[in-house]
């Protein structure tokens, strides 16, 4: 198949643990599919590929990658689009530069990232790069809006297996610090634009002299527009504050940021935190540190690095290290602290594990304990505040026993403050920011000072409708209580809610649906699957995110295996397999004990959803009889407990590969709708069958050993299959 040939189902090559493991899923979804007249084709949406993509002047031809995430943004706009895509890495700076440093060490001639550009082709290349870093996949491919729930095999595996939950008492010392004021939600102004128009974005110095920040930003009739902005002067005083008390309450300070997906502005924030706490060092040594190309946005790691062979920084940095609380930790052992990396410590995976843990966090002495967890913008601090305060009071979630909360999410067309970066800016002086319309008209105005943080949003009018009218669809569907997630008193919610409750009345279903702020709809929320029944989230693009890891990691102690479906509005699927998170402390074990145990069971679901969206797509009644002997195999391994362990010499995800293939051909020759390919199936699975000793033996005598994938962002495919499909009988029978 050609390149510019569009397969039937598009798997995506990502980063990390879920590209390796797809070294050895691919081949059997392959396989399999090629049975029943499906193509399944790649595209790489790696962070590698997409600076490959990015730079290809200075390559070969052999080197150069198409921009296959462009071809994507444009596929997914069509009916055509069946997408299973797995999750990738959201860039943080260092991030980046680690991976242009590895491909420059495989012969890739990629320019350094210019972290200070000065020359007109240094700020050239910087552009590039920032349309690379941060959440740069997930708005383009998002065309539609989300549909994440617990697929009922993977519930009923959580109820009959729960997983242990940390214990939760009224004493915890464990809480939530949000800004009272001065931060992006107390600032926050929106509007609906009556006409399709075009803004501009300037900044009025004290003087009078104006800069234009951003001009000729279009938006259709209809768009909800916000703008807000965070006080630096505000955010200093809070963290000076909450560091002071953390210290007094005896606690861990952690802060918990999105400095992935809001690349702009969280690195920002997570800078001004990293100064905050070595403020004595940088008022002492902040020139010498300038020169040394300290940027405290990129994390305390970084800063360390520099300063290392500077005896006088680094006694300071000891002297008020030894003066502040103690910090959580993203590693104990090797001394990596809440402030080393901004992209370590994701808000929607850290505060779930640690409320998942009875509120205890890992400490610099390796041991548990209470955390401040510092939320500075309150936007959606309340949930997690609401979440803590509700398990002090009524004790952990019993998995065993709890329902689940499903989420129909607000997210096409780069909804919210996902699609803030190219408008947001840190101001290099005191004045008033504008979003003047092209007639004039100015619809908000902020008076700001130097180092503020401003941003604007925006949110289209098809999205929204598409996202109530899903609401309704799935409220009808289940039966279950929805709430839809929205602040009245919140400037951007309100004027969704001008457009949510005409809607219902029209429809009317308005008595099917409540309306609650973010921190009332958490405690019905859980009050609702404490009594074992089912509730469904109807929220913004932030929420969404929050909330898929938040429930699913306390029902089922993972949102790695939700079922992701986004209903592309211009009739095509988008298949998600699930978080990412843990996945560099995977690749670690792999590179170190050969034992990856990252469970694929997201896209197992992902995979069953895809092929019977193709059916009713292409009219293939082929691919739904796979399609629902993915779900029989999905089952399979949940109950025949062949998921991966954690520990080198147990089974793997390698192993769990080879069960969901067996199950899948035996649930293949043994359906009676179609002989075919029930005649081609059913010697693969006597053969899969007969061959499991051997099989097994073969993935067992590889594990223990360091592996070997020739990268960390770019591995060599070569060497990736070779560490991925050790066993000569399976890949014999699979092809």
Not at 621 to 636: F, M, P, S, W
Not at 711 to 731: C, I, Q
Request: proline share 5%.
């Amino acid at each position: 198949m050609a390149y510019n040939d569009t397969p039937d189902i598009i798997y995506t090559i990502v980063d990390e643990a879920p590209q390796l493991a797809s070294g050895s899923l691919l081949p059997i979804i392959s396989s399999f599919a090629k049975a029943a007249g499906v193509s399944v084709g790649t595209r790489d949406i790696s962070l590698a590929g997409r600076i490959i993509a990015a730079f290809p002047e200075g390559l070969s031809e052999e080197q150069r990658q198409n921009d296959d995430l462009a071809a994507l943004g444009e596929l997914v706009k069509t009916a055509d689009a069946n997408v299973i895509k797995l999750p990738n890495i959201s860039a943080s700076v260092p991030q980046l530069v680690a991976a242009v440093k590895e491909l420059q060490s495989q012969g890739f001639d990629i320019p350094d990232y210019p972290e200070a550009p000065e020359t007109a082709a240094d700020k050239a290349v910087r552009a590039r790069f920032d349309a690379i870093k941060g959440s740069a996949v997930n708005p383009v491919l998002r065309e539609g809006n989300s549909d994440r729930r617990a697929a009922a095999a993977v519930k009923n595996y959580a109820q009959n297996n729960p997983h242990r939950m940390g214990a939760w008492t009224a004493e915890s010392k464990t809480r939530v610090a949000s800004m009272s004021g001065g931060d992006f939600f107390s600032n926050e102004a929106s509007a609906t634009l009556g006409d399709a128009t075009s803004a501009k974005i300037v900044h009025v110095a004290a003087d009078g002299t104006e800069t234009v920040l951003k001009d000729g930003v279009s938006y259709p009739a209809g768009t909800v527009v916000d703008a807000t902005f965070m006080s630096a002067k505000a955010l200093d005083e809070f963290l000076v504050d909450q560091i002071a008390q953390t210290k007094a309450e005896g606690t861990l300070f952690s802060l918990h940021m999105k400095a992935t997906m809001m690349k702009v502005s969280d690195p920002i924030i997570f800078g001004h935190a990293v100064k905050a706490w070595l403020a004595p060092v940088f008022e002492q040594f902040g020139a010498e540190m300038d020169e040394l190309g300290v940027n405290p946005n990129s994390g305390l790691g970084d800063l360390l690095d520099r300063v290392k062979d500077q005896p006088a920084i680094m006694a300071a940095i000891d002297a008020i290290t030894a003066e502040r609380p103690p910090m959580y930790m993203v590693d104990s052992d090797r001394g990596i602290t809440n402030l080393h990396v901004p992209s370590d410590v994701i808000i929607d995976a850290s505060m779930p594990a640690l409320i998942r843990a009875g509120g205890k966090g890992w400490g610099p002495d390796g041991k548990e304990a209470d955390s401040n967890c510092v939320i500075p913008d309150n936007s959606y601090a309340p949930v997690y505040d609401a979440t803590i305060e509700f398990f002090k009071t009524n004790g952990a979630l019993n998995p065993a026993t709890a329902g689940t909360v499903q989420n129909l999410g607000l997210m096409a067309q780069k909804a919210e403050e996902y699609g803030s970066h190219p408008t947001t800016f840190e101001m290099s002086a005191a004045g008033t920011v504008k979003m003047v319309l092209d007639d004039g008209t100015v619809i908000h105005e902020h008076n700001v000072d130097a180092g503020d943080i401003w941003r604007s949003a925006s949110t289209r009018k098809a999205p929204i409708e598409d996202w109530v009218n899903l609401a309704i669809e799935r409220q009808k569907a289940t039966g279950y209580r929805a709430i839809f997630w929205l602040d009245e008193n919140r400037a951007h919610d309100a004027q969704l809610l001008a457009y949510v409750k005409p809607i219902l009345e029209a429809k009317g279903v308005a008595d099917k649906f409540e309306i609650m702020a973010p921190r009332e709809a958490t405690v019905a929320s859980l009050e609702t699957i404490t009594k074992g029944e089912n509730t469904i989230a109807i929220t913004g693009n932030v929420l969404r995110d929050y909330l898929t890891d938040l429930f699913p990691i306390l029902e089922l102690a993972t949102s790695a295996k939700m079922l992701s479906i986004v209903k592309l509005m211009n009739g095509g699927g988008l298949f998600e397999t699930g978080a990412g998170g843990s996945a560099p402390k995977h690749v670690q074990q792999l590179m170190e004990e050969n034992h990856l145990r990252w469970d694929s069971l997201g896209e197992f679901c992902a995979l069953g959803e895809s092929f019977k969206f193709l059916a009713d797509a292409k009219n293939n009644a082929k691919a739904r009889i796979l399609g629902d002997a993915v779900e029989t195999a999905t089952q399979g391994v949940l109950d025949h407990d062949r998921s991966p362990g954690r520990k080198v010499g147990q089974p793997d995800n390698r192993d769990s590969h080879y069960w969901f293939a067996r199950y899948w051909a035996e649930a293949l020759a043994a359906q009676s709708d179609d002989a075919d390919l029930a005649a081609h199936f059913a010697p693969i699975a006597k053969a899969l069958a007969d061959g499991e000793e051997a099989i097994v033996s073969e993935l067992a005598a590889v594990r223990g050993a360091a592996a070997d994938t020739g990268g960390y962002y770019h591995t060599d495919a070569a060497k990736t299959a070779a560490v991925m499909r050790p066993s000569a009988t399976l890949n014999a029978i699979i092809g």
